[in-house]
């Protein structure tokens, strides 16, 4: 008989009480698939006395994550607490160089001291999974690191953030505003009562530099990542994006171009036609573009306790297998190193809404200041408040939407021209733009 794994959880809350749960209802299916049963000896939490509807007669409680971590009664560490530093920190390092396999959903913590950790993997021979870390129960990592180990990525990009995804289509769908849309969020508890961290794009941009790093065999570095958020969004765009054919989504965006790998987190308009476009409401959705390949897309919960713990379990029973993956796909030596690429220098489409003032002269002058900058012009609409389209006799003392659908150009090209526009006074406040990303 093959002794069982011996699990320490550390942290208990929503996802950590789900995970107990799971292992205990999966107990036959898990020694069935791994070989071995898998049960939980010992956990540590912030409360010993919560009610948490789990029973943990028989299960010891450690004083700390620290003390759980190098408890030698354990073999495999479940870090659940969350925060890029400490205690997670210390507590996993320590479990790592007493050669203990590690488990985590942490994040933020991968994305900061994830290659330190990994070194420490290689070292004393523990696994390091983290699949739950990135898109919960969507398998991306899992997908990138061993099912597509032979292939050569040049992109991949995604939905990674389900709060601003629910907000997204809730403007789309009833033409609400952001802040009315951010208030639901919040209310379903979809949203957290300071949302910045979601919807200005950071979440996103900690799971890309993740992603990256397994796709294209860089260091982990999430401050190379250029990052916008969505709270300038206005229904108004979501509107003309579906006359247009595109929908808007937060996208997360890592491509190998010829000056480096690109990493980018901003609102973008993608084709309504496109898997990633159909992917509404919190789920989350992953497309990786290969060599020899279609484009193949991931999708799933991205959040919730029961598809995290889902995705925690996996990795335990690949630890319950001996499994050893290298963290990154590749020995952190043959790493790979990545600058922030200057947005400067991107190429693609581009969706330009103006509040261009109703006077004679006024197309004529935007026309010229984009052809200065050899922006070429997809499509044009002209919106007047009686609702004609495309030009009209109609004139007004107010600005009037104008919406510019650009050939691919550079973002230094549309920048200058918007820059001359705003100088020639012939539109009122902020131009919107809005990257296009094609299939």
Known sequence: MVAPLKLGIAGLGTVGAELFRLIARQDKVLAARCGRSVRVVAVTARSKAKKRGIDLRGVAWAKSPLALATDPEIDCFVELIGGADEPALSAIEAALGLGKSVVTANKALIAKHGLRLAALAEQHGGALNYEAAVGAA??????LREGLAGTGINRIYGILNGTC????????????????????????GYAEANPSFDVDGHDTAQKLSILASLAFGTKVAQAA???EGISSIAPEDLAAAAELGYRVKLLGVAVRTKTGIE????????????SIAQVMGVTNAVTIDGDGLSPITLVGPGAGAEATASAVIADIADVARGIRALPFGRPIAKLGTTRKAPMERHEGGYYIRLMARDLTGTAATIATRLAEQGISIESIVQRHPNGNRDGGSHKTSSPVPVILITYATTEDAVRRALAAVQRDKVISGRPQVIRIEKN
């Open 138 to 143: 969507i398998p991306v990592i899992k997908t």
């Open 165 to 188: 995804n629910y907000i997204l289509t809730r403007m789309e769908q009833e033409g609400l505003s952001f802040d009315a849309c951010l208030k639901d969020a919040q209310r379903l």
């Open 225 to 227: 990542v250029y990052v």
């Open 263 to 274: 990493q980018r987190v901003h609102p973008t308009m993608v084709p309504r036609s496109s």
